[in-house]
């Protein structure tokens, strides 16, 4: 009888609860020579079942009996344990065992511990919320675990999970972390282009913050609750609350608090098309900033480069997105990549570069589509935009449409939905006075000044009215 079967299952069982696992873990979990565990691995290898490399021996899942894999699971815990093998491979193993409190503080530690990797440490949270939850850990106390899950999905681009997991933690939070983890929602929505429902989350993080009379948190809320404002059009509102906030912030914030006030504001500044003013926001921001971080720095020469672009500095533009792009190179962040298109796209179209324009849009629409989906209504508009320069127009109509069918409704894509329609306007071969009217006059209501110059140019042409032109 070739007994070799149920030796080859169970190393399958075993590799399939942790992996990678050494030839010498499994031979003891296993009670069996190594040179066994050899000859099982090899077969499993040549029937496609497992996957060995230096490191150890991986496997998919087992068709073992659940009683069969939580005796494995269990004796494969005991020698991990006794060999102080990774924190995260004993979590597995004792939560595959039916040890889900074990496994919660053995991943606890997984993740305060410096060695792990930031990617694994991403997925060590999942363990501990998913093993707490199996252990009944109360959700006042798995909260946190969620919060910080999100802001790691952020990172990687996946917002809409995110969103999930601070749905999960926000009615189990309190004081300065339910202010942060409102913060930190509202932020999430504005990376979907929904400025309505982040303003709407900031002003429930502004509720609680007064109520626990943390002035230097309202205070930055405040400069972020400007900074929304303004994307929604309401001009003399964002003023005002910016003033107030900004107050707040130097009377009493911290450098963080500080930095950020700042970027809030050349953020706004570049929104409205105030490009001088946001270049100089950017940079003090930049110079202040308390971040020891080369992607955040990143990001901000980029900001940079795109207000230098709108302001006429071509070169100081490009030299900064070289820089940018660079470390984006060398950490792969799709952020980075993302926004050094978008500028280059925005600085050939302001320096009438329709190829260049083309081909940045272009390559900025590739990267949206694989890794920011949330932004495809702002690619196509910027695409349109290149379309429309290099004469292209009935691209430009099509690229305008995508425009609009990936655009929310309501309150959330006012913004972009009026410079879709401005320029729809400019795209097509008639032209309608009194739309060209209402849609620059509600352009401009809304402190949307680059795009209203765009409508105000094509009026001063199409109408012959030079005054428009010396207006724009």
Do not use: C
Not at 228 to 246: I, P
Not at 278 to 292: F, L, P, Q
Not at 294 to 315: C, H, L, S, T, W
Not at 440 to 463: N, P
């Amino acid at each position: 009888m070739d007994d070799r079967r149920p030796i080859e299952d169970e190393v399958e069982a075993a590799a399939s609860i942790v992996s990678p696992l050494p030839v010498a873990v499994l031979a003891l979990v296993l009670d069996a020579p190594e040179s066994d565990i050899v000859t099982a691995v090899e077969a499993l290898e040549t029937a496609g079942r497992v996957v060995a490399t230096r490191q150890g021996i991986t496997a998919g899942e087992s068709s073992l009996s659940s009683a069969r894999m939580t005796h494995i699971a269990t004796r494969l815990a005991a020698v991990l344990e006794q060999r102080q093998g990774p924190l995260v491979q004993i979590g597995r193993a004792q939560l595959a065992a039916g040890e889900a409190r074990r496994a919660y503080d053995v991943f606890l530690r997984a993740i305060e511990d410096e060695t792990t990797s930031p990617q694994e440490r991403v997925d060590t949270i999942g363990l501990a919320i998913e093993s707490g939850v199996e252990a009944r850990v109360p959700m006042r106390t798995l909260a946190p675990l969620f919060v910080s899950r999100a802001r790691h999905r952020r990172l990687r681009g996946e917002n809409d999970m995110a969103v999930t997991d601070l749905e999960a933690a926000t009615p189990h939070l309190s004081g300065e972390a339910l202010i942060d983890a409102y913060g930190f929602a509202a932020a999430l929505h504005d990376d979907r282009q929904r400025p309505a429902d982040a303003e709407r989350t900031i002003a429930m993080a502004l509720l609680v913050a007064a109520e626990e009379g943390s002035t230097a948190k309202l205070g930055s809320l405040l400069t972020f609750q400007g900074r929304l404002l303004a994307r929604l059009g309401f001009d003399a509102e964002s003023d005002r609350v910016f003033t107030l906030g900004a107050a707040l912030v130097d009377a009493h914030g911290d450098e963080m608090q500080r930095h950020y006030a700042g970027l809030n504001q050349a953020w706004t500044d570049l929104d409205r098309g105030w490009v001088a003013r946001a270049e100089r926001g950017y940079a003090t921001a930049r110079s202040r900033a308390a971040v020891d971080d080369p992607v955040a720095m990143a990001e901000m020469d980029i900001a940079i480069a795109r207000a230098k672009f709108a302001g006429g500095d071509a070169q100081g533009a490009i030299e900064l997105l070289a820089a940018a792009e660079r470390v984006g190179e060398e950490t792969n962040a799709v952020s980075v990549k993302f926004l050094s298109a978008l500028a280059r796209a925005e600085g050939a179209i302001t320096f009438r570069q329709p190829t260049e324009a083309v081909e940045a849009a272009t390559r900025l629409r590739e990267i949206v589509d694989a890794s920011f989906p949330a932004w495809q209504n702002r690619a196509a508009t910027v695409e349109a935009r290149a379309l429309l320069l290099a004469q292209r127009r009935a691209e430009a109509r099509d690229a305008i449409r995508r425009g609009f069918e990936t655009t929310p409704r309501g309150a959330n894509g006012m913004r972009l939905r009026t410079e879709l329609e401005a320029l729809q306007l400019v795209a097509d071969e008639r032209w309608d006075d009194e739309r060209a009217a209402d849609i620059a006059d509600r352009l401009l209501q809304g402190g949307w000044h680059l795009a209203a110059v765009t409508v105000l140019t094509e009026r001063s042409r199409r109408e012959k009215r030079p005054e428009l032109g010396r207006a724009a």
